[in-house]
């Protein structure tokens, strides 16, 4: 497990997130069909499909922030729906975050993190408990700010944070929605995973993997 | 899952290409980005009005480009948002230089993607006005939920706006009719049955052989309540009880009735649900003076129907009297 | 069986009265015998053209009375042809001195009622002609059956009659023209689900979740063959395959292409039946120069569609173009 | 069993007809929509209860041919599709027939169900073994052509022409069908019984009951 992340890292994240995208549609598109309009695996699928096909365009010496952008800008522009405005911004907003530097440290990665968050909060308004990829997105950056203050390094951080996420999404079961179409359910969204946050998970996962895989 | 399609991948693309051809007289489509514009879009000076959204509502929105309706119409995937840059490439198609409306459908996703598009054609110099319709009384409790949802009274809305904009209102005005006529409208609706997204292969909820949904969404969502199937009457009078709590009559005001299809229900069922509808307005002391029913806001292959009842004014009623010439609303040329 | 009705018995009443409401600045309804007339009927001196058959197939054919088509509809039960009686009353009604057109679709029932109706107004002094239409090609051997049905092209039959009517023509040539077209349109349809009678309660038919039914009728009567699910567009290879061989084209000719859905498929899957099927004619050297896609001649709730294709000349066209005035076709007015 | 009948046993006739028709609605129902159009039931109980409403209006003096006369011009009016034309010239054509006699005996009677069936064939022209009524109507006819030659009274022919109906009904099973909607499934229609040949079954079978009991 390495302390830091660099370029090579934010690749094979972005790949093996398409990759497990690709796997989990038809969960992601099950999900979404019981509490909303059935379409966030493949929303989520076809926009890392496009990202994948875009990271040919990135230069040899791309930083992390390039390769963070142009994530940003092709969900932005593939995806469509709720996730892809609100995944556009994270990605937008971390990639700002991390600026021009070739490597993340685990403060620099938390800054990110938190920048993510707060991207989704500005566009969605969510807040935690609503039943939204928020309650994936702050427990991971809490975990991500208590890997920080123990000293762990960008690898153990990044398993911090994809744990809390998975453990947040199974946490939206219980939840009634307040944002999102869920929200029209009332009590009958109870019993349910929320799509974005199983989404979310899968994704900060992936970042865990990339990070121990290329460490 | 039983559909007239090849890849569920193309669907859109296939049936805007169709559509396209089939209209050729009204619009014509971009395929990439994927939008239908008017087919003498931009009309210099007029303002440009453009609406999207998933498809699978047909035919919203493309069926109501043309004369004195929207310039563009901008469809996403089945059921979900278009990304902002087509939305962006056909606001620069329609404008005209008097500015563009965008008239949005309240699902985060359709206004977080306008939303973007809007500033992105900003920063290149159009001025954009955005409009969200949110006519679904079936929302009861918008501070918990993400908002009433916008259904078939945006039908409605581009009609009336779409007539302003023909006559040569500007870009305030335009916006101002459109909110007036979304602050007007209410709609509920019933399903009977679910539908089949192309890409989920699957119904997109379930309901009993005996179960309707009351207040149902466009996509599906479900709505205020599932109870069991009752006469059309008693769910009309459910439907429109809703509707006229929320937003009263006093007698001798006048109304549009909208009786709108969810897809798969057939004609005689809409004209029985207008029959009722019509019989308690009257009861109600309201003055039906405007009808329309008819498939026009869809959940695919969805049975079900909405009643939206928009209260009119003298203004209003010229405004949706005035000439229009799309694919699906014509009348007057 | 899960439908927007009140009494199963009721649906066509309650249908009819609600249709004549909600359309009456272009018909008003008679309830006792059943029938749909235009406001201004009878017109002294103009062909009269009634059309007429079992419900269930709406627009067809109450939607298609008014300015420039049909005079009267008459609507049977559902699926079931009218009665002589209220077909008397209709031709009465439309009676303007100058005789009345009936477009009898060719099933049975309908063909012996009418026959009944136009000896019973004959024998009170009006002139009544009849045309037969069957443009079904589905049915291959009509020494062995019933004989070609008459399905969606009846509309392009009502529509072009009905311009014919309006701008005078006596009632020889009017019968001629609408001869004319049924002797120039074929259709053939597929059907991918059936649908439920009110009164059976059941479906019509069934059909496997992978198999769909090339040729149905327009009741649900099988067709050519039931075969697995295919591609659209291999589909529609079939269906304008049929109806190419049973009526050949010249390069260069002229038709028009009409998409008709059975009442439960949505816009998006219409319109992709139209692109291929506009392929594939360009393909053939045939010019499309108009085009229909909607649900024009439905099966209730049935989900397929059907394609017509009529050999237009400039006489034809020009029928075609002129003003309609009708709840579900409309132009030029 | 009685050598002749007269109005009573034709209103009974109608009656019982009703009756019958109203009990196998589904029946009839069932059958047309195997190989038609699911309306057959519904057509023939709602003309025959119409048919029911209008007894009433006959005069007590009314002969045979009045009742057989009111009951084809109120299925004419009331039943639609193509068994109402049907049904309706065949009790015009049998009311001719039996004219303004108070009572018909077999030999009358043979007369009067030939008329029907002749009127039947020349609205449909349908023939025998079209798989349509008149593979009902045709053996019965012949029974009571047999019934006559045997020297029969009316009861006993109207018993052979409903066995020889119910018979032929049957006996539709295996064809292919050349008239009527069922000519458009070919091979399809084999298996399925006729509706109309068994809705004529059930109507002369009623007319043998009623015989039976006006006895
Ligand atoms: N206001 C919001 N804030 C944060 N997340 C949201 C919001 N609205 C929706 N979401 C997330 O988006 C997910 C749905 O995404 P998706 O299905 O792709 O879009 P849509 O709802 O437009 O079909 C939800 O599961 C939820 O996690
Ligand atoms: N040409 C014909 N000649 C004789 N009988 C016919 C003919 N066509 C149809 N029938 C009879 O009519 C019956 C169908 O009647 P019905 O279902 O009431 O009418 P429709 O077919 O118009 O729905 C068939 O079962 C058949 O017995
Ligand atoms: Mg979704
Ligand atoms: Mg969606
Ligand atoms: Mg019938
Ligand atoms: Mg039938």
């Not at chain 1, 800054?111 to 990829?133: P, S």
């Not at chain 2, 599906?220 to 008693?234: Q, S």
């Not at chain 2, 003076?289 to 869809?298: A, E, I, K, M, P």
């Amino acid at each position: 497990m390495s302390g830091t992340v660099d370029a090579a890292w934010a690749r094979n994240w972005i790949t093996s997130a398409a990759e497990v995208l690709a796997e989990h549609r038809v969960e992601l598109i099950n999900l979404d069909r019981e509490i909303g309009d059935g379409d966030h695996g493949e929303n989520m699928d076809r926009g890392f499909q496009a990202v994948l096909e875009r990271m040919g365009e990135l230069p040899a010496d791309a930083t992390p922030g390039d390769v963070l952008k142009i994530v940003a800008t092709t969900l932005i522009s593939t995806v469509g729906g709720a996730a892809g405005p609100l995944y556009g911004t994270a990605f937008l907003k971390a990639a700002l975050s991390a600026g021009a530097a070739p490597e993340l440290d685990a403060p620099a990665l938390l800054a990110a993190l938190t920048a993510a968050r707060d991207g989704i909060v500005l566009r969605g308004k969510a807040e935690l408990g609503d039943k939204t990829m928020i309650d994936a997105w702050t427990p991971a950056v809490d975990a991500a700010a208590a890997a920080v203050a123990a000293g762990s390094g960008a690898s153990e951080l990044l398993d911090a944070a994809a744990g809390a996420a998975e453990a947040g999404a199974v946490a939206t079961e219980p939840l009634v929605a307040r944002k999102g179409r869920a929200s029209y359910l009332g009590e009958r969204a109870v019993g349910h995973r929320d799509p974005g946050a199983q989404s979310s998970a899968l994704l900060l996962r992936a970042a865990a993997t990339a990070a121990g895989a290329s460490s | 899952m039983k559909k007239l399609i090849n890849d569920p991948k193309n669907v859109v693309v296939e049936a805007v290409s169709g559509f396209a051809q089939a209209h050729s007289d009204i619009v014509r489509a971009e395929l990439d980005p994927v939008f239908v514009v008017r087919a003498d879009a931009p009309r210099p000076g007029k303002v440009g009005i453009v609406s999207g959204g998933g498809s699978g509502h047909e035919p919203l929105h493309a069926g109501f480009v043309g004369f004195g309706m929207l310039d563009a119409a901008v469809p996403g995937p089945v059921f979900t948002s278009p990304t902002p840059d087509p939305i962006v490439a056909a606001t620069k198609a329609v404008d005209g230089g008097a500015g563009v409306l965008h008239i949005v459908k309240n699902y985060t996703g359709d206004v977080l993607n306008f939303e973007t598009a809007a500033d992105l054609a900003g920063a290149e110099g159009i001025e954009v006005v955005s409009v969200i319709v949110d006519d679904d009384v079936a929302v009861k409790d918008s501070l918990y939920t993400a908002g009433r949802r916008g259904v078939a009274g945006t039908v409605l809305v581009e009609k009336i706006a779409g007539a302003a904009a023909e006559r040569g209102d500007n870009l305030a005005a335009v916006a101002a009719v459109a909110a007036t006529v979304n602050s007007r409208v209410r709609t509920m609706g019933v399903a009977l049955t679910p539908c089949v997204v192309p890409h989920a292969g699957e119904p997109s909820f379930t309901l009993a052989d005996d179960e309707i949904e009351i207040g149902i969404g466009i996509h599906g969502e479900p709505g205020r309540e599932r109870i069991k199937l009752e006469p059309a009457d008693a769910i009309v009078d459910r439907l429109l009880g809703a509707i006229l709590e929320d937003m009263p009559f006093a007698a001798g005001e006048e109304a549009l009735l909208l009786v709108n299809g969810m897809g798969g229900t057939p004609q005689v069922e809409l004209y029985i649900v207008y029959r009722r509808a019509a019989e308690l307005l009257a009861e109600r002391g309201v003055r039906v003076t405007r009808s329309l029913v008819g498939n026009f806001t869809t959940s695919l292959e969805m049975q079900g129907a909405s009643i939206s009842v928009l209260k009119l004014d003298a203004e209003l009623t010229t405004l949706w009297d005035a000439p229009v010439q799309t694919a699906a609303l014509r009348w007057g040329r």
